[in-house]
């Protein structure tokens, strides 16, 4: 069975915690511990899952023998944790970005390929059956040469000014939002950007005392002439029916491809919450025969992805064969991470800047 500890348990990192607790259930995995830097979050969660808890990861890496860690930090704190746990001799799931430096990311893939560990980022919107069924219709041919396309993806301002307003100011649209979808088409073109040319406003944010940019426009050039404009900003309203609007456009030589990722076909209007549409898709509570809650979709697959690689692994399997599959590497977090920060240093120079 694998022992595994999560370090990060705020919002993303309870979906690590929900996806583990199930697969312990199955007798999997034994979900051992968490660290997390904040005390209400530790005892909270502790109580929940009915884990040991640690303010400091160090430490929890040296009192738990455990086999892998996931990790749902702050974008800014993957670097060190990440490669404590490499260290350490663990099996690691990053949340994206694997990193926020393009030498951050290569520093861990090194450590994990010198320490013989297994490595996997957590992209969990190559999970989306609708995303995965254009990657088939690309890949196999159906759409043609992609020529151009749009992607869209846009937070409500509760996002950065609520939910993270203490490290939002060390992230933007394109670390947050960006990174999901640089590494989707990416990963359903099977090409590699080569140019980016990028644009952004920093107004709305700055004037509530968080400074970061509101929106970002990135017109990225993969191989073979594609052309892909993706538009990125957290500042839509608090009235807006969805926490994240998101979706995209392909056009190829024989074909179109549009996927509306956030209007999955429920919209509900209640007196206390307004206007809503729902994304079943991503995370669905059920009911199991015993009475527990459990949790499908594929922010759940995603997660429970890294249990499969280490199940494959450790009965023979190879992890390169896992390249180019769903699963995101360490050079498919490298990838993305070239990306954002190609599409930054655009913002700050002016210029096309060749990755």
Known sequence: MIKIGVIGGGKFGTNHLI???????????????????????????????NIKGYQDHREMLRQEEL??????????????????SIRSGKNVLIEKPLDITVEGCQEIIKAAEENKVFLEVDFHKRYDPYHQETERLVREGALGE??????????????????FPGWAPRSSPAWFLGVHFYDLIRWILKKEPK????????????????????????????????SI???TSWILPDGFEAVVNQGFRLVGDKGVAEVDSQDRGMRTCLNQTGMQTHNLGFLQEKRDKWGNATFVGYGIESIADFVDNLEFINKGGDAKNLSGTVTALGADGLAATRMAAAVHESLESGKIINI
């Open 146 to 163: 992609i020529q151009y396309g749009y992607v869209h993806m846009e937070d409500k301002i509760v996002v950065p000014r609520d939910w």
């Open 195 to 226: 140019t980016v040319f990028a644009t952004g406003i920093k107004r709305v944010l700055a004037g509530l005392g968080v400074d970061t940019y509101d929106s970002i426009q990135a017109k990225v050039g993969f191989e073979g002439g594609t």
């Open 67 to 84: 086999d892998a860690v996931t990790i749902a930090t702050p974008d800014f704190a993957h670097r060190q944790v990440a490669l404590d």
């Open 19 to 49: 996806t583990l607790s199930q697969l312990e259930r199955q007798g999997r995995v034994k979900l051992a511990a968490l660290a997390d830097l904040s005390p209400s979050i530790l005892e909270t969660q502790t109580k929940k899952f």
């Open 229 to 231: 404009t993706f538009d």
